[in-house]
Structure formats: C-alpha cells, structure tokens
C-alpha cells in the first residue's frame, strides 16, 4: 500500500454505512419514501429564506462542503450539500432537512440517529473550513400534507463534532483499505490486460476504439452493429480500461433480458481467463431471488430480515475477499448460509463491485432505481446499454403511471368500519374518478394536466393517512390492499410532478371501471437528463435502425457521437428476397393466406432444415398454420403459445436439431420471445419468413403517439408505427445468421418492403436483396443459393 491512496466518500454513505444496526424491516417506515423530492426541499429553503429576511438574518440553501484529511496512510475525500445554512443573531445554524407524509408524532429526537450523524459530519466540516469553536445544528422533519414541521436543535462545539467525525471514518476505514488494496491489484491487472481475442473481428476494432473515445470524452454514442460484430465485449474491454486508467468509477451493463446478463459475464470470464481482476455482480429481482413465498421484508415474518445489518458487514467482508464474479446463485448461496436476505445482500454487494449487470429499471426507472448510486447530481459511472431498441417502449412504461377506480371503491367498503379515516380518503379519490369519467363522456379521451389537481389532492390526503395507518398496523385485515394502493398512488403523484409537454392524460373505460393513466409519449428528455449525469452512456444494438430516430427518442444531442457499422459476415451467406406481390394490411390478410401458405412452402422445400416464420399477430398465424397444417400434413410443424413459461419456451427451441430427419417449421410472433435474443446457429435454423412489416397494433396509445410526434416533427406515423415495426422485422430476420459459418435465407412478405419509404431504413447487409413476384421465381432463387452453398 502505498501513500496518497485517495478515497472518495460521500457523508450520506458514510453515516449509512456506519451507523446501520438492527432487522431489515420493510413493514411500513414513511419518512418520504413516496413524496421525498427536490421541489419540498426547495419549499422548505423558501420558507426559511423568508423568516430569515423578516428578522434580518440570512439564510443560504444548498451549501456545499469537501474535506481532505489524511487518516493513517490515506487519505478521505469527503463531501455533501447542506440542506440549509442559517447566519443570524445566535451564530452560524446548520440545517438537515427530511420529509414525510407521515405523522410526526411518531418522530422524536433519537428515532433517527442517521440523521443526526449526517448533519454533525457537515456541521464538522464547515466549522473547521471556516474556523468556528461551536456551531448550532438543526435537524427538520417536515409533514409534506400538513406544512407542519418538528424542529430538533443542538448546539455543539468543535471539539465534540470533531470525535464524532474521527469516529466515524475509523469504523470505514478498514473497509476504505482494502478497497484501496482492492483497486491498485484490479488496476494492474487492467493495465496489462490484451483483448481476451487472438484478433478482431471486422469492425470490432473501431467499435472498441469508439467506445473508449466516447467514454474519455464525457459522451454519448448510439452504435448499430450487426449481428456478429462482437458487440458486447467490444463495449465493455474498453469500458474495463476507462476503470483502470481512472476515467470511471463504475460500470452498468444494462439489459432488457436475461440472455445478455449472460453474455456479460461470459465476456468478463473471458478478460477474466487473461487474468483480469475485477468484482462484477448480477442484480436479480427481488420477487425472483426472494426466499419467502412473498416478498414481505418483515423480521417477524422472515428470518433472513431479523438482525440482518447486524450480520451484512461480515457476509460482505468474506465475499469481497474471496468472490469476483458474483452471480445470482453465489448470492444465494451466501445468504442461505449467514441467514440474510438475499436481495437486499445483492444491493449492499453491489457498492463494492466495479461492474453492475442488471435490468434498466436500476438505472432508469424512478420507483425502483438505485438510490444509493443515483442520488447524487452528477457520477462518474459509464453505462453499457445493451439492445438499446428495447429502451424506448421500456422508458414509457418505466416514466408512466395509471390509476383505476375500482381497487379505491373496494378499499372504501373494507375500511368503513376498520379504518374510516382511510375510507373516507379513498372515496375522495373515487369520486374524483367518476367526475373525470364524467367530464370524458363516456368515451376514450386525453385531458390536460389541470384537470387532475382534484384527484391529486385527495390522492396526497390518502398517501398522508394511508402512511400514518400503514405505519401501526401491520398484518391487520386491508394491510396488502391499502399498502398496495399507496405505492401505486405515490407513483402517479410522482409521475405528475413531472408532467409536462411530453406527456399526456388519458381516460379509458373498460367496463364499469375508470382507467386514468398518466402517459410518456415522449421519453427523450428524461433519459437525456439521467444519461447527461454519468460520465458516458453507450447505446447499442443490432437494429439501431434508423440511428438519427433511436439517437432523437432516447436522449441524445447533436453533441453526441454516432457510428454505423456494417456486418462482418459475407454479404453472400445470406439470400434476402422480397415477395412483393403480397398485400398483409389488416383488410387484405384474409385473401393473402394462400399465397403466403405457399410461399412458405416454396422456402422449406427449397432445402430440408429448420424454419421461422414470423407473424404480427397470433390470429394472423393461427390462420396461416391452420391453413399450412391441412395443405402440407407431412411438414413437421411447432406453433408459439400466448403466454408460454420458460420450460415450454425451451421445449420449443429444443425442437430445433441440427440433425432433424426431416424439415421443421416454427411458427411465431414478430416481438415475441422466439424473434429476438435466441441463438440457433449453424443447421439448427437455415431460414426465415417474415410476414408483414410489423407494425404494432393499432390502439389508442400508438395513436396519441402518433399526433404527438406529428406535431413535433412531422414523423408521426414513423415514430408510433412504422420504425418501431421495422425494428421487429430485423430483429425476427437476424435469427438466421449468428456466426461466419452460418448460411441461410430470409423471405420478406409484404409489398411495401419493395417502397422506398421502407427501403431507405434497411440496412446495408440488405441492400442486395431480390425481389419476386410469384412462387416460382423464388424456387429458382433458392435453389442458385443453396447450390451455391454446396
């Protein structure tokens, strides 16, 4: 170990790791988790700022502080805002301020010993940067609903905030060592490490070297690299040495599916095998990695939570000693044994590792996102986003809230007499639905964000009393269902805080019910404002196609680096034919069944193998399937099931042999599980059918992105149907060539892939394809190909 080692900090972490003790005990606590945010924060400073003008003092809001001190043979770097900073008659008064919408009659002094350790570290801090003996301490619980505030004050000397302060670094400082001994060796180890690879794939070079730019220039990058190019490891070689060399303190794998996670950790057990040292950790879902049969994090109803903070330090001190590459069943094998949840271990292992594989919602999602890594302004972390395509649809999902009236009224009748203070509040929220079903007419329809400040004020009121009610009778009858209908209530209110012109209202009625959702039609902007805080972001993906629209809907900027490369395949090993004389709109599937039956037929018997044929919809391949089954019984068949588990899933891919006796013939959905993120390499797959351009179903939703966007740039039908469907189409069509050995063909039913309009986002692998207008010609195709092949 040598001198100058720099540890960063920042107070927040610091007391939390230090002063936690006890169960974990998710059963309800409040204190803001739904309604925390900036905007009451900023309330509360102006309040203050106006008491302090009225009485001729000053007060000052967000104060920033950093300390350098020299601790053994390190030396901590150590930082954090102050809440707020008063200068009055008393002397200099330093503020933490915490919110809740629940009763702070519950709140006294000592319930929160964590907040008082973060408020004497910054009191610490700023007293020795500006030289005073004693300073006063402020700690604020504010009741979001109410306006009411509970005010505890201290005033301490410099002396005593002083050993509170040593204290606290000591009891980190072990830990601080060996993650500095844990990075000089991970940094060695970086500094001498080759591509895992004895050569570059084609393109595979400039990708790397474009991601390593991207990352030591504080960008972002949107990448279309085909199938092939060696996507992942390109992106996170480069990533591991911004790691070593300091231009990142974190990596993100993100990903929408579990097979990615996987080839994550193949490619770091790869750099790993040419002797790469890094701590790397698969994030699982809590409701998958959990132990119970519900996910209830209650020490009096699950072991695992009892004592759990009393025992973490001592699971993460022999896994960080003895684990690198730590997947799901190693966490659950630590857990198991020390008797801790496996979920919460996995998050606290998290703070440790140098790289994070995990879904997008940790990063992205404001309900579930990991607070203790985004809560700060701006980090120096660099995420790899894996299958960028599927971050549009998932940044809708993620940035929108509903709402329906039903599951109120239910809860209105259970409490009346349990709980009448929680009825009376969800009948508010009932009746405020009804007006707004109302005022729609009985019909679909978009609302402005105005119309909804009543439902939201009685949704505040029933967050407030549903927080005090929740936090004193856990496991009384309604508990789940009221615990349920606070955290979907908080989420809408925390959506609408947000609500701007990139969001809509709308209303729907299905049934008796009312629907109410609060829809992000465009995500742009909330993307680009959480990828603008990290040191760099990475999009990639196979179909990243058309690049200015994916760069436009996920956050880019005309700043912001872009490349498209092309397939490092043989532009021959694949027989792409257009069947242009075929009409797949919704009105004309009827009379385009034959046809597309026999072009199936056409492709299959062109060379014995296994097939894909893919489909817009399920009824549309019923059809088809039943019409192809009576024609051609001898022709193996499989059909994809609505809904299949992941046994039924793998049933299915298993049918595809390399040595089937005889043709197989797969059936399934464009955007389904079987067209994107399956490798059937070599003879296990030769061919595709694509049937129809993909478009997404016409519904409300896609239609009020469509006006949306129309207004915006004149792209409104691009943006809602046809990109997102064309990104189907390539998807379902890379299934066929997986690697440079592999050889297939791939048929595209549908005239308008013979327009321009379509032909112009194709990408360039593409552009050699023939077109055919009848069965026989693409036999001929076929059979030139295959022969060809031979």
């Not at 004592?307 to 003895?322: G, I, P, Q, S």
Request: proline share 2%; aromatic share 12%.
């Amino acid at each position: 170990m040598t001198m100058g080692n720099e540890i960063r900090i920042s107070v927040r972490d610091l007391v939390e790791f230090v002063y936690r003790s006890g169960d974990l005990d998710s059963r309800f606590a409040g204190m803001g988790k739904a309604i925390e945010g900036t905007r009451l924060h900023q309330k509360i400073q102006g309040l203050r700022k106006d008491e302090a003008a009225g009485s001729g003092e000053i007060y000052h809001k967000e104060i920033s502080v950093s300390m350098r001190i020299c601790f053994r043979d390190n030396t901590f770097i150590i930082s954090g805002r102050i809440d707020g900073l008063l200068q009055g008659s008393e002397g200099i008064t330093l503020e933490e301020i915490k919110t809740t919408s629940g009763s702070l009659d519950i709140i006294g002094e000592e319930t929160y010993p964590v907040h008082w350790a973060q408020v004497m570290c910054y009191a610490y801090m700023y007293a020795s940067e500006q030289a005073l003996k004693t300073v006063n301490i402020r700690l604020t619980y504010y009741n979001a609903d109410s306006g009411e505030q509970k005010v505890f004050i201290k005033r301490a000397g410099i002396g005593e905030l002083e050993k509170h302060f040593t204290e606290a670094v000591e009891r980190y400082y072990d830990w601080a060592y060996a993650a500095c001994e844990w990075i000089a060796l991970r940094n060695s180890t970086i500094k001498n490490l080759g591509f895992p690879y004895d050569k570059y794939r084609k393109n595979q070079r400039k990708l790397a070297v474009a991601v390593y730019k991207t990352i030591a220039a504080t960008k972002r990058i949107f990448i279309q690299a085909p199938t092939g190019t060696g996507k992942t490891i390109s992106a996170l070689f480069p990533a591991v040495k911004a790691l070593g060399e300091g231009n990142t303190d974190k990596i993100f794998y993100l990903t929408a599916k579990t097979i990615t996670r996987q080839a994550a950790l193949d490619a770091i057990g790869k750099m790993k095998c040419k002797g790469l040292r890094i701590k790397a950790i698969v994030l699982t879902a809590k409701d998958k990695i959990c132990f119970k049969e519900e996910s209830d994090c209650n020490p009096e109803y699950c072991e695992y939570a009892k004592e759990y903070y009393d025992k973490v330090n001592a699971v993460l001190k022999e896994v960080f000693e003895r684990e690198d590459i730590i997947t799901r069943e190693l966490v659950e094998e630590y857990a198991g044994r020390y008797m801790v949840c496996p979920f919460e271990l996995s998050l606290d292992l998290s703070y440790w590792a140098d790289c994070i594989i995990c879904d997008y919602n940790y990063v992205f999602d404001p309900r579930v996102n990991l607070r203790r890594f985004f809560a700060e302004t701006e980090r120096n972390y660099v995420l790899l986003i894996d299958e960028a395509h599927n971050l549009v649809d998932r940044a809708r999902e993620m940035f929108s809230a509903e709402l329906y009236k039903k599951p109120f009224l239910e809860i209105k009748r259970l409490m009346k007499i349990k709980a009448p203070l929680i009825s009376k509040t969800a009948n508010g929220i009932n009746s405020a639905l009804l007006k707004i079903r109302k005022k729609s007419g009985s019909k679909n329809c978009c609302m402005a964000k105005e119309e909804l400040k009543e439902l939201c004020q009685a949704l505040r009121v029933f967050t407030s009393r549903g927080e005090e009610w929740l936090g004193s009778n856990h496991g009384e009858q309604g508990y789940r269902e009221v615990l349920e209908l606070y955290f979907e209530a908080a989420a809408f209110l925390r959506i609408y805080e947000i609500f701007d012109e990139r969001y809509t209202a709308y209303v729907e009625l299905p049934g008796s019910d009312v629907k109410l959702k609060l829809f992000c039609l465009d995500p742009s902007k909330l993307l680009g404002e959480i990828t603008g805080r990290m040191k760099a972001s990475i999009f990639y993906s196979a179909t990243l196609t058309p690049l200015y629209y994916f760069k436009d809907i996920l956050g880019g900027s005309e700043e912001d680096y872009n490349i498209r490369l092309d397939s490092p395949f043989e532009e021959s090993n694949l027989s792409l034919t257009v069947a242009g004389n075929v009409s797949t709109r919704y009105t004309d599937r009827e009379g385009s069944l034959s046809e597309i039956a026999e072009y199936i037929k056409t492709v299959v018997s062109a060379r014995k193998g296994n097939y894909l044929i893919f489909f817009p919809s399920y009824k549309y391949m019923n059809e088809v399937f039943g019409l192809f089954t009576e024609r051609y019984p001898e022709i193996g068949t499989i059909l994809q099931q609505p809904a299949m588990q992941e046994e039924e899933k793998e049933r299915f891919l298993q049918c595809f042999c390399r040595d089937n006796e005889k043709e197989l013939v797969g059936f399934a959905v464009m955007g389904g599980i079987f067209s994107e993120g399956i490798d059937l390499e070599g003879e296990r797959l030769i061919g595709a059918v694509i049937v129809g351009v993909g478009l997404p179903q016409v519904c409300f939703e896609r239609d009020i992105i469509m006006e949306f966007f129309k207004k915006k740039n004149n792209m409104g039908f691009e943006y809602a149907y046809m990109y997102p469907g064309m990104n189907k189409v390539m998807q379902a069509a890379g299934r066929v060539i997986r690697s440079e050995s592999d050889r297939g063909v791939v048929l595209l039913i549908d005239e308008r892939f013979c327009s321009s309009r379509y032909t112009g986002i194709f990408p360039r692998e593409w552009l050699h394809n023939n077109n055919v207008e009848s069965h026989e010609e693409l036999r001929r195709i076929l059979e030139e190909f295959w022969s060809r092949m031979e």
